[in-house]
């Protein structure tokens, strides 16, 4: 159930002591009122403290977002899994046998990225991934809230959503649209982007571990255009150097085809 005081919170309809308030009355009088519809608890209570008209907005944006979910929740419905402390919300994309899936943690209380191993082969990666980047700490590589394995169903694990975030290459095309398009001033925006990612990569290598897949959609840029690193799917120690190669061909190191494995692979990229 896509919880609706949260849509009219991020609406700005209400604060967030009337959202906490909304939320408290809700558990206790859905434990109260057993038999009564959960959304149908949830919506009474809301009306209480919106207009009308701004309560139908909300039933259309939580419309529109079940639509968006359909996709991710027949995913997941194939998989098995059966996530009810999740409101899922869209598919954000997949590959390498992993699903992305921008969802609200009733229990974290915050929109996350959910991701999802596809297959026993993406099982690994998507371990291997969680793990990694919950050793990472650092402003520019988004931390893992939650990591889970076992063997009832695939592995997942959570990070932050970043709402309004999107990838780097399409953060410059829709702000530079061209090179007369880049000033001093964006040019001097583009640096501090590029200087806050190689202290990102810097901070992984000291860590000892490669990214090996370092390209413009593996960079996200955020509303107040802070860069994260992102996708540690084929990270791997640069002690494993009989690795076999992996990233993306316009990206990849001439010497990774060598089987060179060390921090001028991410360098190059």
Do not use: C
Not at 44 to 57: G, N, P, T, V, Y
Request: hydrophobic share 40%; glycine share 6%.
């Amino acid at each position: 159930m896509i919880q609706l005081h949260w849509i009219a919170f991020e609406q700005g309809m209400i604060g967030e002591a009337t959202r906490q308030s909304i939320g408290r009355a809700y558990e206790v009088l859905r434990s109260q009122m057993v038999m009564m519809d959960s959304e149908a608890l949830l919506s009474q209570i809301l009306r209480k403290h919106i207009s009308d008209e701004e309560f139908a907005e909300v039933v259309r944006l939580r419309d529109e977002r079940v639509a968006a979910a359909a996709p991710a929740r027949k995913a997941l419905a194939k998989l098995g899994l059966s996530l009810e402390r999740f409101d899922i919300l869209s598919e954000l994309g997949r590959g390498g046998q992993k699903l992305t899936i921008e969802a609200f943690d009733r229990v974290l209380e915050r929109p996350v990225a959910l991701k999802v191993a596809l297959d026993h082969m993406g099982a690994q990666d998507v371990l291997r991934e969680g793990r990694i980047e919950a050793r990472l700490q650092h402003p520019n590589i988004l931390p893992v809230l939650e990591l889970h394995a076992n063997e009832s169903g695939p592995p997942w694990f959570l990070e932050p959503y970043i709402k309004g975030s999107t990838t780097l290459d399409a953060w410059r095309a829709n702000e530079f649209p061209s090179r007369t398009a880049e000033s001093p001033q964006g040019r001097y925006r583009l640096m501090q982007v590029l200087v806050q990612m190689l202290r990102a990569v810097e901070h992984a290598h000291a860590q000892e571990y490669l990214h090996r897949d370092l390209k413009p959609q593996n960079v996200l840029i955020g509303p107040q255009e802070e860069p994260y690193l992102i996708d540690f799917g084929i990270a791997h120690p640069p002690s494993e150097s009989n690795a076999i190669p992996a990233g993306t061909l316009q990206y990849l190191a001439p010497e990774v085809l060598d089987g060179a494995a060390d921090d001028r692979v991410d360098v190059y990229a």
